[in-house]
């Protein structure tokens, strides 16, 4: 079993090194350093395009806009309350990875509230996002994978990147997925993150594949095959196969003539949050809020 777990272990950090050369993320704290299980930190829908296209759109930047302090406060108080007065809309604990956190995910100043949980041997992570609409908590909507109901399948907040690019000064998102079917295959790819008239989009712009068979001798010989885009989560057949050196050019144009901005997010352990106070609970809903920065 050990040697089981150190070959799927090793597989996954192959195609997790892979697919997130050059967009590593920024700083994750957590509201407690102690997870509760295990999950990748590696990467939805659109159909790739014939030719690959890496540069980001007009739909995918959003120029900041901050808002008064007083406005967020208006904001980030109520919402907060809400969330409070009202767990069963949000709250999820799979007793095994359940996180919470909140993220500005178009730069208006006003975060948003991302629960998601994951785990078993695919390392899937399934998120949710809510809003603050003035009178209630809400919850996004989004163009889904099409072979699944919620747009946030497969979407992980632990691998989200903020950029700003040099020539327009607008900021965007990049994320990463993978899965892992046993030690034999794994993929990963990249994607950006619209966030819009909230609204949720993704785009995958590079993903690899990575298949294990074993040898009479017993080594295992690796097989990798680079695409130009996914179709959705964990699927590139609509997309063209490229080599090597060409995924290493789309990885590096993503974000060339960018900076990476320093991300820093407050993780909240949904595993512990039954055994907090109402106090606590508060604190680390407020202590999450106040620490997103970029």
Known sequence: MKKLFSIISAALALCTLAITAGCTGGQHSKIDSSDQGSVSETPKDTVAPAKADTSITEAEVKTDAPTTTEAV??????????????????????????????????????????????????????????????????????????????????????????????????????GTMGIANGIFYSWGGTHTLTYTDKKVSIEY????????????????????TYYDGASHYANSDNA????????????????????????????????KWEGLSDSQKRSALEDSYDAFKT
């Open 73 to 174: 406060a208006d904001y980030r108080n109520p919402f907060i309350n809400a969330l409070l007065e009202s767990p069963d809309q949000w709250f999820y604990n799979n007793k095994t990875y359940s996180k919470a956190a909140f993220f500005d995910l178009d730069n208006d100043g006003k975060n948003e509230f991302l629960v998601w949980q994951g785990g078993g041997s695919s390392h899937m992570i399934n998120t949710k996002i809510f809003y603050w609409d003035g009178s209630s908590v809400q919850e996004s909507t989004g163009e889904g994978d099409p072979n699944y109901d919620k747009y946030g399948y497969y979407l992980n907040p632990a691998t989200f990147t903020y950029y700003r690019s040099n020539e327009t000064g607008s900021s965007f998102i990049t």
């Open 205 to 224: 712009k590079y993903a690899k594949s990575q298949k294990r068979e074993p040898g009479s001798d017993g080594e295992y010989s690796v097989e990798c």
């Open 240 to 271: 063209n196969v490229i080599t090597e050196e060409e995924f290493i050019n789309l990885q590096d144009s993503l974000t060339a003539n960018c900076d990476k901005l320093d991300l820093t997010t407050e993780e909240i352990d949904l595993n």
